[in-house]
């Protein structure tokens, strides 16, 4: 059984940032394809980032790219999510999750159904 947990959330003003971690234990880390997902009130499950075993590839929603920078540490067996220039809209529990199938676009990186694991979640809050 593979676990993950998230940390790094918080409260932050507009314009602030925040990086995230996910340390991921139970298996062996480097054979999983990494993906950051968020859940706002009353929304489903959305797409954040991905990113390939071997850090090779990554992949990002339209609305955090330029912003987010997803990456990972195979040696800590973590992967991280650097926030910045964040906005009010990127309000939300964050979560990562670990995939085991192959993750060659974007329209496979954000199909939530290829990841078998998740985290608890991290709530992120953007409010002045």
């Known amino acids: 059984q593979v676990q993950l947990v998230e940390s790094g959330g918080g409260l932050v003003r507009p314009g602030g940032s925040l990086k995230l971690s996910c340390v991921v234990s139970?298996?062996?880390?480097?054979?999983?394809?990494m993906g950051w997902f968020r859940q706002a009130p009353g929304k489903e499950r959305g797409f954040v980032a991905a990113?390939?075993?071997?850090?090779?590839?990554?992949y990002y929603a339209d609305s955090v790219k330029g912003r987010f920078t997803i990456s990972r540490d195979n040696a800590k067996n973590t992967v991280y999510l650097q926030m910045n220039s964040l906005k009010p809209e990127d309000t939300a529990v964050y979560y990562c999750?670990?995939?085991?199938?192959?993750?060659?676009?974007?329209?496979?990186?954000?199909?939530?159904?290829?990841?078998?694991?998740w985290g608890q979640g991290t709530q992120v809050t953007v409010s002045s």
């Open positions: 999750a670990a995939s085991s199938r192959a993750l060659f676009s974007t329209i496979q990186a954000m199909d939530i159904t290829r990841y078998s694991y």
């Open positions: 990113i390939t075993w071997n850090g090779d590839r990554t």
């Open positions: 139970g298996r062996t880390f480097s054979n999983y394809n």
